[in-house]
């Protein structure tokens, strides 16, 4: 392995700084959705009995001390999107200077290259091609999952706060503020 990140050329320790950037912001995206995540059952059973008996205050507490994700969850996933979309595109510019480098060997050697001038641009070519593809495929699909966690996180907490709204107004219940004393 370190004799083809050797191979690679400059581009190749690019890719590799671009997935571990993409591996970190996968992990912690990861831990803190983890962290965010509520019970959302819990959570309204308890925001339930506290209004039922008309504690308003109460219900409120219970709504300030629960974390609310929803203006963190899709930070930094930018990033990771980036990356994936990137990742190619420095593969295909490695592949670009290989070629290039190739190309040189060529005009140096005019019809007498040898295999040998040649195929330090083929594997840079072909090393940074392989490494901008590996990087982009799992940062791609590490994207997509974490945004379909941000989907599941915003849709369970909508249907939470429904269920609240429907709670307060339902038929019959007056606001606590309203009843005569």
């Known amino acids: 392995m370190p004799h083809l ?22 992990a912690e995206r990861l831990l803190q959705f983890h962290r965010d995540q509520i019970d959302s059952t819990q959570f309204l059973n308890g925001v339930r009995n506290v209004l039922k008996r008309d504690n308003i205050v109460e219900a409120l507490a219970i709504c300030d001390a629960t974390p609310g ?3 963190r969850l899709e930070e930094k996933l930018n990033l990771l999107a980036t990356i994936a979309q990137i ?17 040189r060997a060529v005009q140096d050697a005019g019809l007498n290259a040898h295999v040998a001038d ?10 940074c091609t392989a490494a901008g593809l590996a990087v982009s495929i ?9 945004a379909g966690r941000v989907n599941t996180i915003v849709l369970d907490m909508e249907q939470v706060s ?3 709204l429907n709670i307060v107004s339902a038929p019959g219940a007056e606001p606590p503020a309203a009843r005569p004393a």
Not at 13 to 26: C, K, N, R
Not at 118 to 127: D, R, T, V
Not at 138 to 146: C, R, V
Request: charged content about 5%; glycine content about 12%.
């Open 5 to 26: 990140l050797a191979e690679g050329g400059w581009v190749i320790w690019v890719i590799v700084a671009s997935s571990a950037v993409a591996l970190g912001v996968f």
């Open 69 to 71: 994700p929803v203006p």
């Open 87 to 103: 990742a190619p595109l420095l593969g295909l510019l490695g592949t670009v200077l290989g070629f290039i480098t190739v190309f």
């Open 118 to 127: 040649l195929s330090s641009g083929i594997w840079k070519a072909l090393i």
């Open 138 to 146: 799992p940062s791609y699909a590490g994207y997509n999952y974490l």
């Open 162 to 164: 429904s269920e609240i």
